[in-house]
């Protein structure tokens, strides 16, 4: 499932690819506009400028823009940086792995499964950029 910090991430993205040629965008906007609590959204913001996805300026005419090209930035990307693993379980995660206890995965139709499930959902993910959900 995803998380309620990946999905604002997502609405406050698809937010400003639609502002995008507007000029920096206020957080009190973006908040106001996508029902996103304001705490919560500075610091998912603050995450992706971080990641160099995003970008500030400060005072007047200030606000978040977008430093990379949201072309090129995939949901995948957005979703591993707010939310971590895509993978419904570590052992089957790119880039999260870690061993399930318990478990021999060898043995385990369960991993086997959610492999597949793992690998139809990134052929989507990895495939679609925040311009496919700007608003």
């Not at 790119?94 to 206890?101: G, M």
Request: charged share 25%.
């Amino acid at each position: 499932m995803l998380s309620k910090k990946s999905q604002y991430a997502l609405r406050a993205l698809s937010y400003l690819v639609g502002k995008k040629n507007e000029g920096p965008v206020l957080i009190s906007d973006i908040a106001a506009e996508k029902k996103i609590p304001l705490k919560f959204l500075e610091n998912i913001l603050l995450e992706l400028k971080k990641a160099e996805i995003l970008d500030s300026k400060k005072g007047k005419g200030g606000g978040y823009f977008f430093n990379a090209n949201p072309a090129d930035v995939t949901l995948a990307t957005i979703i591993r940086l707010v939310n971590g693993p895509i993978a419904m379980i570590p052992c089957v995660s790119l880039n999260f792995h870690e061993q399930c206890l318990n478990c021999n995965h060898e043995h385990c139709s369960l991993h086997d499964v959610l492999i597949e499930v793992r690998d139809a959902s990134l052929a989507i993910l990895e495939k679609k950029t925040l311009l496919d959900i700007a608003d």
